[in-house]
């Protein structure tokens, strides 16, 4: 029995692995109901259009503040200019983090109501606090366009509050930018039709969200915590060790081609599907244990590392609180959780804004 079930294993991995890329990109959908704004800045000048029961909106003018017609319910203000992140910064007495929100915007408002992020008008609540988010705003769910603006309307009323808000890039906003549409919702594919732009391009550098993504980082140290979407692997410590220039080389790589980012030796080792710091998932499947992990955390200098990407049924401790995993299946639309660092203490917010120990990990559960 046990000579047979290694190649039936591995079968079974490689037919999983052809259907995951062999995966298309969905149709359009038939009709949007509601959907944008989509921002573009040129000069003094600001066109937002949106998408109102199938047809076009549009609104150019010259003042900054960009009133809701649908899509998104909330008036948004365009900054003067999108700056780079800082890449690493001091510790703060408290961190809430949360990723993977994938489109879920009404769990992600729930979410963050209950646990006091923000009030009942969707503003900023957390005064000094600081909130991060560890990638995945785009593909699966109906409202992606929502999420990115609520994110980027809470970093200015957190920014003005003493607060901050950071955004870390995961690997679904570089697949979105090189034009990787197979887990875009089809409500996108009709929006991009009906405004004459590929999906991508609604995303370009002349957009407003566009530019801030450009912008993001991929990794963010905050104290002695690092945090990022996949993880750092044994193999791309070299990333991690000067997070500014690899920071850098994401930023400047944002939109190119997915097959010269992956062919470019300069390039090559972010967008690895296995050992990257946007896909890595080697706490959490065996293939690094924990004086693996302690061994990263040494090299590194920290205390422990805060990841999403894996898809958890809970804010997970692993490897002793080494790896936080905080990939709390929000993409689902069903359940979301939030962590909470303070002054070293960790906790969960749950959906009904109750606070509890974090969960076990399980080594083996896989996204």
């Known amino acids: 029995m046990s000579h047979c079930t290694t190649p039936l294993l591995l079968l079974a991995g490689l037919l999983a692995s052809t259907a995951s890329s062999a995966r298309e990109v969905p149709a359009p959908a038939a009709h949007v109901d509601a959907d944008g704004p989509y921002i573009v800045r040129d000069g003094e000048q600001v066109q937002a259009r949106w998408i109102c029961d199938d047809k076009v909106v549009t609104r150019d003018q010259t003042a900054t503040r960009v009133a809701p017609v649908c899509g998104y319910p909330h008036p948004v203000d365009v900054a003067p200019g999108a700056v780079a992140a800082v890449d690493v910064l001091p510790a703060v007495p408290r961190v809430v983090v949360l990723s993977d929100i994938h489109g879920q915007y009404d769990l992600l408002v729930q979410l963050l109501r209950a646990n006091g992020i923000i009030d009942a008008q969707d503003r900023w609540a957390r005064g000094t606090d600081t909130l991060v988010v560890a990638g995945d705003v785009f593909d699966r769910g109906p409202k992606v366009t929502e999420a990115f603006w609520l994110l980027y309307s809470l970093q200015q009323?957190?920014?003005?509050?003493?607060?901050?808000?950071?955004?870390?890039?995961?690997?679904?906003?570089?697949?979105?930018?090189?034009?990787?549409?197979?887990?875009?919702?089809?409500?996108?594919?009709?929006?991009?039709?009906?405004?004459?732009?590929?999906?991508?391009?609604l995303y370009g550098p002349d957009s407003v969200i566009g530019q801030w993504l450009r912008t993001r980082p991929v990794l963010l140290r905050i104290g002695n915590t690092l945090f990022l979407h996949g993880g750092i692997s044994p193999d791309a410590l070299a990333l991690a060790l000067d997070p500014a220039a690899t920071n850098a080389a994401y930023r400047s790589s944002l939109g190119l081609p997915r097959e010269q980012v992956k062919a470019d030796p300069a390039t090559a080792s972010l967008y690895d599907g296995k050992t990257s710091p946007i896909w890595y998932r080697g706490y959490f499947d065996g293939r690094l244990d924990t004086d693996g992990v302690q061994a990263v955390l040494d090299r590194l200098g920290l205390e422990r590392i805060v990841v999403g990407h894996t898809s958890m049924p809970h804010v997970s401790s692993f490897h002793g609180d080494r790896v936080i995993a905080v990939d709390s299946s929000i993409k689902n639309g069903e359940n979301g959780e939030l962590l909470f660092i303070e002054e070293g203490r960790l906790s969960r917010g749950l959906l009904d804004g109750n606070r509890v120990p974090l969960a076990p990990g399980v080594i083996g559960l896989d996204d």
């Not at 875009?184 to 590929?198: D, E, H």
């Open 157 to 201: 009323q957190a920014s003005a509050a003493g607060g901050a808000v950071h955004f870390v890039l995961g690997n679904h906003e570089t697949m979105v930018l090189y034009d990787d549409l197979r887990y875009v919702n089809p409500k996108y594919l009709r929006s991009a039709q009906l405004l004459g732009r590929s999906y991508p391009q």
